[in-house]
């Protein structure tokens, strides 16, 4: 489950509108929140608060061995205008699972970020802070998102730790997206690494054709991106491909990988799936997965990997399951007459999730809502230690105003 200050993230990039899965790191975003989900260890509390639409706090208790905790600090120049309570936030907006794609939109003109007063342009590029302090270790984390123009993001972490070679480490990454394609390109202080990724969509370009709502003006940012043109009718998914290169300058080693993706779309009649497949030619690793949403309430996943250099494989199963409460407002007759269904993301009760390897390694992940209390609780197992096959239990309760 996300935490406070993720979701707040999120919102700020759905608000400034930025695709963030139109790009080569979310390639496979899907398998990795079906198989690759973490599980709580030992008993965890967080509270958050936004106290106001700009700012947010977060505080964490932890307890595994020895009590240890952290302290967030969140400002958005954008302010953040959807549910903040625990009680009121959806879990689908929490809850990492199936992703399905949207269609491609396009961009904002730049001139619609443009605001003017008395001849002269007042208007600021919208920005993100974040800063983290855990202890007892005093390590500190911070995060500078900077909205440059309606294609373009700046976004520098960084990492203070003793423990650490040279005391801290610092990534800057910059982002350039016009929904056809898009580029990314990252350095790091750590061994000087050099990187750039991309990922070209095939199809229709969400730049060309795009229709403007009849007798609505766009003079402001605030403005929605605006659709693109229609699709083709028997345009029902899109085939992505994509690549990433990297170099460290003072250990003179680099790395490569490359990947292809398709995944249907909303207007796919049957059952959603994404398909993906990745390739490190340097060390001989090959992964393909497969994830289908098989019904409202089901998705499936599976991920197969191979070493061409080696020959050793691995296997992963996965799956999540939501848990929907029942309506008895007596108005299903009332959706039948109009012949919708009745939406039920607000009625999701909890999630579980599972995933199993060919090691007989098992991890197993409920999350849900009691009142205004979002929780997760998982445990993983090896079966491989009959005497001892439980290596993790854990319970996680977050709560925020």
């Avoid at 608000?15 to 008993?43: E, I, V």
């Avoid at 800057?172 to 990252?186: I, N, R, W």
Wanted: with cysteine; proline share 4%.
């Amino acid at each position: 489950m996300l935490g406070f200050m993720d979701y707040v993230q999120n919102i700020f990039y759905d608000a400034s509108h930025w695709n963030r899965d139109n790009s080569y790191g979310s390639l496979t975003a899907t398998a990795r929140a079906l198989l690759d989900f973490d599980t709580p260890r030992g008993l965890r509390l967080n509270v958050s608060s936004l106290s106001s639409p700009n700012f947010a706090t977060s505080y964490t208790l932890g307890s595994i061995g020895v009590v240890d905790g952290s302290l967030s600090y969140l400002y958005s120049s954008l302010p953040i205008k959807e549910k903040s309570q625990s009680g009121e936030i959806e879990l689908r907006h929490v809850i990492q699972g199936y992703r399905q794609l949207q269609e491609l939109r396009r961009p904002d003109e730049a001139w619609w970020w443009e605001e003017w007063h008395q001849g002269k342009r007042v208007d600021r590029r919208d920005a993100l802070l974040y800063g983290r302090l855990f202890l007892p270790h005093s390590t500190l984390e911070a995060l500078y998102l900077r909205r440059i123009s309606p294609t373009r993001q700046l976004k520098i972490s960084s990492v203070s730790d003793s423990r650490l070679k040279s005391g801290g480490t610092i990534l800057a990454l910059f982002q350039h997206d016009v929904g056809k394609y898009s580029t990314e390109y990252l350095y790091s202080t750590d061994s000087a690494l050099l990187g750039v990724r991309g990922l070209y969509n095939f199809g229709p370009d969400p730049r060309v054709g795009a229709v403007y709502p009849k007798g609505e003006a766009v003079t402001s940012k605030a403005t929605s991106a605006v659709p693109s043109s229609s699709p083709p009718e028997g345009l029902h998914g899109r085939f992505s491909a994509g690549a990433e290169l990297y170099y460290g300058l003072l250990n003179k080693s680099g790395g490569v990988s490359t990947g292809i993706r398709f995944a249907t779309l909303p207007r796919h009649t049957g059952f959603p799936y994404t398909m993906t497949l990745t390739l490190n030619p340097l060390m001989g690793n090959l992964s393909s997965t497969y994830a289908v949403k098989a019904s409202p309430s089901l998705a499936l996943c599976s991920r197969f990997g191979f070493n061409v250099y080696s020959y050793e494989s691995d296997l992963q199963l996965g799956m999540e399951l939501w848990r929907r409460r029942r309506k008895n407002d007596g108005l299903d007759w009332v959706y039948t007459k109009l012949g919708t269904k009745r939406r039920e993301d607000d009625d999701v009760a909890g999630v579980l999730k599972a995933r199993m390897n060919q090691d007989w390694a098992l991890g197993v992940l409920w999350e849900g809502k009691v009142k205004d209390l979002l929780y997760t609780c998982g445990v993983t197992m090896d079966f491989r230690r009959r005497n001892s096959p439980f290596k993790a239990v854990g319970l996680e309760l977050q709560y925020s105003s």
